[in-house]
């Protein structure tokens, strides 16, 4: 259960700096600890992914929660069109400095408890755009909002986006594989 | 008569500095070299033949920086290429009254190169984010200035 502190902690350090007082008073007042197992093994297993997309990592995404990829089969495909009733932020692209207020309000707008991805080489870390002339890209979404998983790519395959997601029920649920069934078949020798 | 002809022909009466180039190889017919207090009788002979503004840019090169306007035609295969270089005060005059679609470029110029328009209707900043309004980021350092001559391909 230290992730909530993990949160705040990246939040003091985020030079927006508004969200911390917001995430304090979103924190329970009192913890039990066997009913927040169960919760979080709920929450683990319907992630609800807000819709938007920044560029062509986004068609990625959009090609996780279609049938060949099938998102579904890990709680993970309803994807929210609005923050309010999103949990999982999925930063799938460049964010420039002017989409970066955006970002954030959208971010606000989330209720807690809530995680982010950063899907590609450019919502990690700038990816071809962090670079000395670079007048116009935020290098890395974290410059901005806490950020759970890192999924490198240029961009990455759907498998890429799965496998954040099972990072991220095991960053929620604190094993991983929270949901055996979800486990790929091994093969009997 | 062709647009090309009709093109020359009034070029020449209003003896505009214009070569032919070979498209094949630069991917402009014609290319027109004059001043900012021309640029406005050189849009309107554009406009009368019923070409059409493909985008205004400008570039940063020895000697100086130049806004670069292409124009084509609907009709044939036909596009001219204008260099306008900058006069010393930044200021070239707008195009956007003769086409309006030119608006937003010239914005778009005035934000990436700090370049101003004479005469615009609404030279507001366009794409940039607002704490960067006046940065100008595709201005380049003196080390990475290149030399006209060598980028323009219409140059043998």
Redesign the interface.
């Known amino acids: 259960m230290d992730q909530p502190e993990k949160t705040d902690k990246k939040i003091a350090e985020n030079p927006a700096g508004r969200t911390g007082a917001l995430e304090k008073a979103a924190a329970p007042i009192a913890r039990l600890r066997l009913a927040d197992s169960l919760l979080n093994l709920c929450r683990a297993n319907s992630l609800w992914p807000m819709t938007f997309g920044l560029s062509c990592c986004a068609i990625e995404m959009m090609s996780s929660g279609m049938a060949r990829f099938d998102l579904a089969r890990y709680g993970a495909e309803v994807f929210r069109p609005s923050p309010r009733q999103s949990d999982l932020m999925i930063v799938a692209g460049t964010v420039n400095k002017k989409m970066a207020p955006a970002i954030v309000s959208l971010y606000e707008q989330m209720p807690s408890p809530k995680w982010v991805i950063a899907l590609g080489n450019c919502a990690v870390s700038g990816g071809p755009f962090a670079i000395e002339d670079n007048y116009a890209v935020i290098e890395g979404v974290d410059q901005l909002i806490p950020v759970d998983v890192y999924v490198p790519g240029c961009p990455p395959r759907p498998e890429g986006l799965i496998e954040g997601i099972f990072r991220l029920q095991e960053k929620i649920t604190g094993k991983s594989h929270p949901f055996p069934q979800n486990r790929h078949p091994q093969k009997k020798s | 008569m062709q647009t090309r002809e009709l093109l020359i022909e009034r070029l020449k009466k209003k003896s505009f500095d214009f070569k032919e180039t070979d498209s094949r190889r630069c991917g402009y017919g014609l290319e027109v070299q004059t001043l900012s207090s021309h640029i406005r009788d050189l849009a309107a002979v554009m406009r009368d033949l019923g070409l059409y503004v493909v985008f205004v840019t400008a570039v940063h090169v020895r000697p100086g920086i130049q806004v670069v306007y292409q124009f084509a035609a609907t009709d044939v295969p036909l596009r001219v290429m204008v260099r306008v270089p900058v006069p010393p005060d930044g200021t070239v005059l707008s195009i956007a009254g003769i086409f309006h679609g030119a608006d937003w470029h010239e914005r778009e110029v005035r934000d990436l190169f700090g370049l101003s328009f004479g005469e615009h209707p609404d030279l507001r900043p366009l ?3 607002d ?2 309004v006046d ?1 100008a ?1 595709l201005r380049k350092k003196e080390k990475k200035l290149k030399d006209i001559m060598d980028i323009f391909p219409g140059n043998d």
């Open positions: 794409i940039l984010p704490e960067d940065l980021p």
